[in-house]
């Protein structure tokens, strides 16, 4: 069953251009979910041309489009470099990854991304795994909660909204949605449905490790593309976009840092950043799931 029209692509066109897709050319789509990104760069690519697409997402993988070109890998692409390999596909001349969760998967109630259904509190972007959102609220401690919903929510009361789901959850168990929403009515700040997402937003990175797989996956970019290759990745919160930010300008992530006794960078320069995009004005009409996205753009040295 295709359910590519459950999702708008973020930055369509900016993205497609931005990988400069040489016809004969090997590309990677990190991120298939509604595989309207990977159908733009068919478009481009000749018969020889090759496409390897990621998804550890079940329901992405019935929107694979019957093409010869196309291999798809059903694992999350912190797991690029290795498939690549087993591929025999590196090098590779462009490298895609579109951060955001696809409208498909905040569409689906069950799935448990949405503050708009209640469902199973579960967020889990892969369902082989165990580890759910109903589990985090259960089993995370006081600390740990304080510390994602406010560095990965940026949610104003972060303390005493963590201080309340600990005290909340000895009376009762939570498993769904509307469960969570009244277990924490008493600390929502300003408006709701703004509250709530970033609440959402903390524990869907935490539950999907979303941080940890782009800490892996960046490095792994330089590894696997050829001299001239372009990176094109599109974020969706500042944490994401400062990493990439960050490893774009200077070829590692903060902490990895490795300096001489002098503080000098002992690690060499590997991508040359070239632009970051905002959708315009006409795509946040169209799409207001885009107004947080930016699309950041390098070429390999």
Known sequence: MDRSYHHTSVLLQESIA???IKPSGTYVDCTFGGGGHSREILKHLAPNGKLYVFDHDKDAWQNLPDDKRVILVKEN??????????????PVDGILADLGVSSFQFDTAERGFSIRFDAPLDMRMDDRNDFTAADLIREYSEEQLHRILEQYGEVRNA???????????KRSDTHTIDEFKNMIAGCIKGNPNRYLAQVFQAIRIAVNDELGVLKEFLPQTTQCLKPGGRLAIITFHSL???????FMKRGYIEEEQQTDPFGQNLQDKLLKPLK???????ELKINN????ARLRIAEKL
């Open 18 to 20: 931005a990988l400069d």
């Open 77 to 90: 692409f912190r797991y690029m470099r290795r498939f690549l390999q087993l591929h025999k596909a590196i």
């Open 159 to 169: 303390k005493t909204l963590a201080k309340t789901i600990v005290e909340n959850r």
């Open 240 to 246: 994401e976009d400062r990493m990439v930010k960050q």
């Open 276 to 282: 970051d995009i905002i959708p315009s004005e006409e």
């Open 289 to 292: 799931r885009s107004r947080s």
